[in-house]
């Protein structure tokens, strides 16, 4: 069933200065980082404000990213998490939900963290999938192996 908003994503031109809004400007606090080194590589950040979490996202190498993805700046996706993904895309799949390629699997810790956010860490691994609505809305439900 899902139980809640996870976080929101929004992809960044320019970390530094969003991770600055966030912060200085909003009274966020910076609390976690994880720095991709694929193709169409990315740094992560998450901030906080309360229980709320906030995943900015740049991409480096934007010459090698596939543009279909989500990849401008502005919004990226919502998460909702999952305490039974296997039946919520069934109930979801029922109502007529379009998924977004395969349900992804990741078993090993996702991220090498430089500040911990208490809670947020996945190295107990996930599952995901991504859930496409109106006008461009991607919706990512997780579940999360507590």
């Not at 992809?11 to 200085?24: E, I």
């Not at 980082?33 to 309360?50: D, H, M, N, P």
């Amino acid at each position: 069933m899902l139980q809640r908003v996870d976080h929101v994503a929004f992809n960044v031109s320019d970390m530094q200065r969003a991770v600055d809004f966030f912060t200085r400007v909003l009274g966020f606090t910076e609390a976690g980082r994880w720095r991709s080194e694929q193709e169409g590589a990315a740094e992560i950040r998450f901030v906080t404000l309360g229980a709320s979490v906030v995943e900015l996202v740049e991409r480096r190498d934007m010459d090698k990213v596939d543009t279909s993805d989500l990849v401008l700046p502005g919004f990226n996706h919502i998460c909702l998490r999952s305490d039974d993904l296997d039946t919520d895309m069934i109930q979801m799949a029922g109502r007529g939900a379009v998924f977004l390629g395969p349900e992804m699997h990741v078993d090993e810790r996702l991220y090498v963290e430089e500040r911990p956010m208490p809670g947020y860490c996945l190295e107990r691994g996930f599952r995901r999938i991504l859930v496409k609505g109106p006008d461009g809305i991607v919706v990512e439900i997780m579940e999360r192996r507590e």
